[in-house]
C-alpha cells in the first residue's frame, strides 16, 4: 500500500515549494539583478564591438573582391598593348635606348611605359616623375617580386594601387622581355579610378558601423603604404606610424591600446588582402577609437542603485536554489540510479521508493515494465534449454571443433553413429580419426575450405566404427566465427542408410522452431511497443504539471502587475526558471530512455564536415566564449549519423563550456592510433577535474561543479556514454586540474 508521501501529487509538492519562496520574498524584502544587468550591458557593449569589428572587415573583403574584379577588366587592352612594346623591344635588338616610348605611348592608348633593370631600378620611362626609381629601397617585398619573375615569361597583371611617388591610382603590369635582362611594366591611369574605388566605398562602411555602435568615436583607415583612404596627403603621428610599422613587420594580428586619454580604447584591426597572384598590397589597417565613459557611466550608475541589495540576494538566491534543485532533483537521480542498474543487467535490483504522485507512478509502471521483461527472458532461456534438449535428443551427429579437427561438442548420436561411448570432455577426439584413408585427404582439404570461408555441399565419405564395420556417411559442414574471427567448424553428419527418415523429422523441427521463433520475435515486438507508449506516458504525466505551474506563474505577473514588489516579480521569475529547469531534466532522462530502444541507422560518416557543422552551431550558442577551436583531418566513420552528430555536439559544448574562463580556451577535436585502431578524442585546456572522479562522471545528473558556475543539466555524458556503448564502442577521459580534460572514445570497424 503506498504512504501518503508517495500519493503526495507532484504539483502540490512544487506549490509547497513556491509558498516558501513567496513567504521568504515578502519577509525579506530583497530585490536585485545588479550582477545580470552588468553582465548584458559589458556582454552587449562586447558584441557590439565584435559584430562592428567583422561587418569592418567582411565589408572589406568584399570591396577588395569587387575591385579585383573590376580592375581585372583592363588586363585584356595591356596584354595587347604588351605585344606592340615586346614587337618594338624585338626590333631594337632588345636595346632600352633605342625604343621611341613616347611613340609608343600613343600607340598604346597613353599607358605610361617603364623599363626596369635587373637591380629594379627604372632605367626608361615615360614618366620623368619616376625615372631612377630604385625599387630595392622604396620596396623591398616588391624588388624580391621582380627577382621572382625575371627568369620566366608571360603576363603578370596586378590590382589598381597608388604609385609611390605621387600616390595618383595606376593599373599595373608587367612582363619580362624574352632575354631577361628587363622587365617591361605597363601603366593605366584613369579619372574613373578615383571616383569608382575607395572613398565612397570604405565611407559607407565606416558611417554604417558608426551608427550601429554607440561607443564607436572615430575610424581612421589606412593603406600599406601608410596613407589615409580619404586623405593621401594625411601625414600619420608618430604613434600612429609607429603601430603601423608593427603591423607590417609583424603578424598582422588585432591590437589593442589605451588611448591618449582618460576612457578611451583604441583598436588597430589589420584586414590582410594581400594576393600572392598579385605584388600589390591592398590591405587595410583600421584605427578604430572607443569611447569607454558611456560604459563606466552606466556601471557606476547601475551599481549605485543595487549596490547593497546584491550581497543579500546572492546569498538567499543561492540558499533557495539550492533547496528546490536537491528536492526536485534528488529523486530523480534516485530513479535514473536504479534504472541504471537495471539497464546494465541486473533485473532484480528494487527501485527504491520515490516521493511525489508522478514519480511514485512512474517507478510503479517500471516495476511492471522490469517483471515482464524478466518474464520474456525466462521463457527465452527456456526455449533454448528446449533447443539444446532437442538437439541431446536428434538421432542426427551434431559436432563443433577447432582448428584442427578436435571435438569440442558433439551431441549422443554422434558417439552412438561411431560405436563410441558418450564423453562429455570430448578430449582427445579429432573428426578424422574415423574416416578411412582412402577418403581422408579430401576430407582434409574440404575442411581447409570451409575455414576459409567458402562454401560447400553435403558430402560423402566411407568411415569407420570401433567395431571395424564401415558405413557411408553426408557431413554438412562449416565454418564458425567469433568476433568475425574463424575458430573451428561446426556441422552434422547423417547416416546415408536412415537419411529420408532423418530428413523428415529435421523438417518437422525446423517447423515448430520458425514457430518458436515467430512466437518471440512477436512478444519482443509487443514488449518494444508497450515501452515507447510507456515512454510518452511518462513525458505527458511529469511535464503537464510543469507546464500548469509555468502558466499560473505567468498569469500572476500579468495579473498582479504592478502592485508586486520587485522582490516578489524577482522570485516569480525563479519560480519559472526552475520550472524550465525541472523540464530540461525530463527531456534529459526521456533521451535516455529512448537510446534503449531506439533503432541504429548505420551509414559511413565523413566527420569533417559534420563536426564543423556541430563547432559553427555551439559557437553561434555561445557568441561571448572567444574559443579556438581546431579541427584535424579525421577518418569516416561507421554509425548512426544522428546519434554521432550528438556525441560530438556534447562533448564540444562541454569543452567550450569549461574551457571559456581561461584567457586562451582552446578546443582540439583529432585521432590517435593504437592497438585498437583509430580513437577519437575531444581536448579542450579547461579547468579539469581530479581523476579520481572519473568513474562518475558518465552517470546521469552527476555534476562536479555547481551549477551556479557552469550550467547544465549534468545528462549529457551519460548520453554520450550510451551511444557509444549502443554503437559497440568505449568512452574514457584523463583530466588534470587547471589544464583541460581529453575524452577519448572508438566505434568498431565497419564489418
Known amino acids: 500500500m503506498p504512504s501518503i508521501s508517495e500519493k503526495l501529487h507532484f504539483s502540490y509538492l512544487i506549490m509547497g515549494i513556491l509558498f516558501i519562496i513567496i513567504v521568504t520574498a515578502l519577509l525579506a524584502g530583497i530585490w536585485a539583478n545588479y550582477e545580470s544587468s552588468k553582465s548584458n550591458l559589458e556582454a552587449n557593449a562586447h558584441r557590439l564591438h565584435v559584430i562592428t569589428e567583422s561587418h569592418l572587415n567582411n565589408s572589406f573583403r568584399m570591396i577588395d573582391a569587387g575591385l579585383t574584379i573590376y580592375d581585372n577588366t583592363f588586363n585584356e587592352d595591356m596584354q595587347d598593348a604588351f605585344v606592340i612594346v615586346m614587337e618594338e623591344y624585338n626590333q631594337t635588338g632588345g636595346d632600352p635606348s633605342r625604343m621611341d616610348l613616347e611613340s609608343l605611348k600613343t600607340r598604346i592608348g597613353g599607358m605610361d611605359i617603364y623599363i626596369i633593370n635587373n637591380l629594379s631600378i627604372i632605367q626608361h620611362t615615360t614618366k620623368s616623375s619616376e625615372l631612377s626609381l630604385d625599387f630595392s629601397i622604396v620596396s623591398p617585398e616588391f624588388h624580391q617580386w621582380l627577382q621572382n619573375i625575371r627568369n620566366t615569361s608571360g603576363f603578370y597583371p596586378d590590382l589598381v594601387c597608388q604609385n609611390h611617388v605621387e600616390g595618383i591610382l595606376t593599373k599595373y603590369s608587367y612582363m619580362p622581355t624574352p632575354d631577361h635582362h628587363y622587365i617591361i611594366e605597363l601603366g593605366l591611369v584613369s579619372d574613373k579610378f578615383a571616383g569608382e574605388r575607395m572613398v565612397v566605398q570604405y565611407s559607407d562602411v565606416v558611417d554604417d558601423i558608426k551608427a550601429f555602435n554607440p561607443y564607436l568615436e572615430d575610424v581612421l583607415l589606412f593603406q600599406s603604404q601608410k596613407r589615409l583612404v ?38 588597430w584591426i589589420p584586414v590582410d588582402l594581400r594576393n600572392p597572384d598579385y605584388p600589390a598590397d591592398m590591405s587595410i589597417f583600421a584605427k578604430l577609437t572607443y569611447n569607454d565613459s558611456i560604459l ?85 532461456e527456456a526455449s533454448e534449454q528446449r533447443f539444446m534438449d532437442l538437439v541431446q535428443l536428434l538421432p542426427v551427429g551434431v559436432f563443433e571443433s577447432d582448428l584442427d579437427g578436435n571435438i569440442t561438442f558433439a551431441n549422443p548420436a554422434a558417439f552412438e553413429l561411431f ?26 582439404e574440404m575442411f581447409n575450405v570451409i575455414l576459409h570461408g567458402q562454401k560447400t555441399v553435403g558430402s560423402e565419405f566411407t568411415c569407420l566404427r570401433k567395431d571395424g564395420d564401415t558405413f557411408p556417411i553426408l557431413a554438412y559442414v562449416a565454418s564458425r566465427s567469433e568476433n568475425g574471427v574463424v575458430i573451428g567448424a561446426r556441422g552434422s553428419v547423417v547416416d546415408v542408410t536412415r537419411l529420408k527418415q532423418v530428413e523428415a523429422e529435421v523438417r518437422l523441427l525446423n517447423v515448430d522452431l520458425e514457430k518458436r521463433v515467430a512466437q518471440r520475435t512477436f512478444e519482443l515486438e509487443e514488449a518494444t511497443s508497450e515501452l515507447k507508449a510507456f515512454t510518452y506516458s511518462v513525458s505527458h504525466d511529469l511535464k503537464a504539471p510543469l507546464r500548469a505551474i509555468d502558466g499560473f506563474s505567468t498569469i500572476l505577473s500579468m495579473k498582479a502587475g504592478s502592485r508586486l514588489e520587485p522582490k516578489e516579480r524577482e522570485y516569480l521569475e525563479k519560480i519559472r526558471q526552475t520550472v524550465l529547469h525541472m523540464n530540461d531534466l525530463i527531456e534529459s532522462l526521456l533521451l535516455l530512455s529512448h537510446l534503449n530502444w531506439q533503432e541504429l541507422k548505420y551509414e559511413e560518416i565523413s566527420l569533417n564536415p559534420l563536426i564543423s557543422d556541430v563547432v559553427s552551431s555551439v559557437l553561434e550558442q555561445n557568441p561571448d566564449h572567444k574559443v579556438s577551436v581546431i579541427i584535424y583531418d579525421l577518418p569516416p566513420c561507421y554509425g548512426d549519423k544522428t ?109
Open 643 to 751: 546519434m554521432i552528430q550528438q556525441v560530438f555536439m556534447n562533448l564540444i559544448s562541454n569543452a567550450v563550456k569549461f574551457s571559456r574562463k581561461r584567457s586562451d580556451p582552446r578546443v582540439e577535436i583529432g585521432t590517435v592510433k593504437d592497438h585498437a585502431g583509430t580513437v577519437y578524442y575531444v581536448k579542450d585546456n579547461g579547468i579539469g577535474f581530479e581523476m579520481r572522479l572519473s568513474g562518475q562522471i558518465f552517470k546521469p545528473f552527476m555534476r562536479l561543479v555547481r551549477t551556479d558556475q557552469f550550467e547544465g543539466s549534468g545528462v549529457g555524458l551519460a548520453t554520450v556514454h550510451r551511444i557509444i556503448r549502443r554503437h559497440g564502442g568505449k568512452i574514457w577521459v584523463e583530466s588534470t586540474p587547471g589544464e583541460g580534460t581529453t575524452f577519448y572514445f572508438t566505434f568498431p570497424p565497419r564489418e
Open 296 to 380: 563606466s557611466e552606466e556601471l557606476t550608475q547601475m551599481g549605485f542603485i543595487h549596490g547593497f541589495t546584491a550581497i543579500l540576494v546572492l546569498l538567499m538566491g543561492g540558499l533557495i536554489a539550492f533547496m528546490v534543485s536537491r528536492r526536485i532533483s534528488k529523486p530523480i537521480e534516485q530513479f535514473t540510479a536504479d534504472v541504471d542498474a537495471i539497464a546494465a543487467g541486473d533485473l532484480n535490483h528494487t527501485i527504491r521508493p520515490v516521493h511525489g504522485y508522478e514519480l511514485s507512478n512512474l517507478a510503479e509502471k517500471t516495476g511492471v515494465m522490469v517483471e515482464r521483461l524478466k518474464e520474456q527472458i525466462r521463457k527465452r
Open 230 to 267: 580619404y586623405n593621401t596627403s594625411y601625414i600619420p603621428t608618430p604613434e600612429e606610424s609607429s603601430m603601423l610599422d608593427a603591423l607590417l613587420k609583424e603578424n598582422r594580428t588585432t591590437r589593442v591600446v589605451k588611448g591618449p586619454e582618460l576612457h578611451k580604447t583604441i583598436i
Open 419 to 444: 560405436g563410441a561411448n558418450f564423453n562429455k570432455s570430448f578430449q582427445g577426439i579429432n573428426i578424422f580419426s574415423s574416416i578411412c584413408p582412402q577418403d581422408l585427404d579430401r576430407a582434409k
